[in-house]
C-alpha cells in the first residue's frame, strides 16, 4: 500500500530565511505523482508545487522548489526567502495511474518568526 | 477566477441524522472527490466519481455513504446515519481532465459535527 510520511509536525522558521520541510512515501508504482499543498487557517487547500516521477529535474514554483530522490523515495519542499503568508500546514501527497486519488501526509505546521 | 464552493460551511446534528453535504464542482471539470480530515489527523480519501458513478471508494465508504451529482452542477455526499466518529471537515476536490496529474481544486470545507 502507498504511504506518505511526514516526519516533522512542526517546523519554525525566521522570516527571509529558508526552510526544508521532509517528506517520504512508500510505493511500488513506477509512474507516480507528488505534491506538496498548502492548508492555511482558511483551511482551504492550495497546491504549492507538484512533481511527475519520470522527471528527473526538480520541480520550482518562484520561491519554492523540491528536492525529490526517487531511490531514496524522498521528496523534501524548500522554501526561500520565507514570508509571514507561508505560515500554514504544510502536506505531501502521492498519487498514481489509477484515478490519482491524494494520498496525504500527516502534515507540518510550519511557523514563521518575524 | 473558477473555484470550488461547499455548503454549508459547519454542520451539525445529532448522532444517528442524515446529512447532506454540498458542493459545487468548478464547471468544466469532469473528475470530483471527497476528503475528510478529523482533527488532528491525516487527511483521507472517502470516494471519486467519474462520469456519472463511483470510479474508486476508500473502505471509509461504507454502506452508510453515497454520492451523487443529481443535477449536472451539484455533487453531493450524503451520510445517512451519523456517528460520532464521522465528526470531521470533509473536502470536495475536483480536476479538469480524467487522467495526468492534474492539480485537484479543493473546496473550502464543511465542518460536520456530530453530538
Known amino acids: 500500500a502507498q504511504t506518505v510520511t511526514q516526519s516533522q509536525p512542526e517546523m519554525s522558521v525566521q522570516e527571509a530565511e529558508t526552510v526544508t520541510l521532509s517528506c517520504t512515501y512508500d510505493?511500488?508504482?513506477?509512474?507516480?505523482?507528488l505534491f506538496w499543498y498548502k492548508q492555511p487557517p482558511s483551511r482551504q487547500m492550495i497546491l504549492v508545487i507538484r512533481?511527475?516521477?519520470?522527471k528527473q529535474q526538480n520541480a520550482t514554483e518562484n520561491r519554492f522548489s523540491v528536492n525529490f530522490q526517487k531511490a531514496a523515495k524522498s521528496f523534501s519542499l524548500k522554501i526561500s526567502d520565507s514570508q509571514l503568508g507561508d505560515a500554514a500546514m504544510y502536506f505531501c501527497?502521492?498519487?498514481?495511474?489509477?484515478?490519482?486519488?491524494?494520498?496525504w501526509g500527516a502534515g507540518t505546521k510550519l511557523i514563521i518568526k518575524p | 477566477e473558477p473555484e470550488v464552493t461547499q455548503t454549508p460551511s459547519h454542520q451539525v446534528t445529532q448522532m444517528g441524522q442524515e446529512v447532506i453535504l454540498r458542493c459545487v464542482p468548478i464547471?468544466?471539470?469532469?473528475?470530483f472527490y471527497w476528503y475528510r480530515q478529523i482533527l488532528g489527523q491525516k487527511v483521507e480519501f472517502l470516494v471519486s466519481?467519474?462520469?456519472?458513478?463511483?470510479?474508486?471508494k476508500s473502505e471509509i465508504f461504507d454502506d452508510q455513504f453515497s454520492v451523487e451529482r443529481p443535477d449536472g452542477s451539484n455533487f453531493t455526499l450524503k451520510i445517512r446515519s451519523t456517528k460520532l466518529e464521522d465528526s470531521a471537515m470533509y473536502f470536495c476536490?475536483?480536476?479538469?481532465?480524467?487522467?495526468?496529474?492534474?492539480?485537484?481544486?479543493f473546496g473550502p470545507g464543511t465542518r460536520l459535527t456530530v453530538l
Open positions: 501527497a502521492y498519487s498514481w495511474d489509477s484515478n490519482y486519488q491524494l494520498i
Open positions: 510505493t511500488s508504482e513506477s509512474d507516480y505523482y
Open positions: 512533481q511527475e516521477a519520470y
Open positions: 464547471s468544466n471539470h469532469l473528475y
Open positions: 466519481f467519474y462520469n456519472n458513478e463511483i470510479s474508486e
Open positions: 476536490a475536483s480536476t479538469p481532465l480524467a487522467g495526468g496529474p492534474n492539480e485537484q481544486f
